[in-house]
Nanobody
């Protein structure tokens, strides 16, 4: 049974930083990882993604230059370092895994097969 568990969310002031983690279990193949977020009343949007080897990363336009994703395959963990946070970054953040496209970063939700339960990130002004 595949499980993705996010952690590290919380409340932070604008300009602050948070680091999200996603721990994967039950996946016995290579997989790329994606981070998505969903704010109330909005569509779930792509935030960042990283290929299995880590040699490819992609970011959504709204977070480029502020967020960085990385992974430690020995620990089956993926991270999202979020700096210079803004109130518009407030959302539930989800990690997702794509065994089908392990060598690439897919920006759409349909490319991912497994999802975590999400972690809330709130940024106050």
């Amino acid at each position: 049974q595949v499980q993705l568990v996010e952690s590290g969310g919380g409340l932070v002031q604008a300009g602050g930083s948070l680091r999200l983690s996603c721990a994967a279990s039950g996946i016995f193949s290579r997989y790329s990882m994606g981070w998505f977020r969903q704010a109330p009343g909005k569509e779930r949007e792509f935030v960042a993604g990283i290929s299995w080897s880590g040699d490819m990363t992609r970011y959504g336009d709204s977070v480029k230059g502020r967020f960085t994703t990385s992974r430690d395959n020995a620990k089956n963990e993926v991270y999202l370092q979020m700096n210079s946070l803004k109130p518009d970054d407030t959302a539930v953040y989800y990690c997702s895994a794509s065994p089908r496209f392990y060598g690439f970063v897919v920006r759409n939700r349909e490319g991912y097969d497994y999802w975590g339960q999400g972690t809330q990130v709130s940024v106050s002004s």
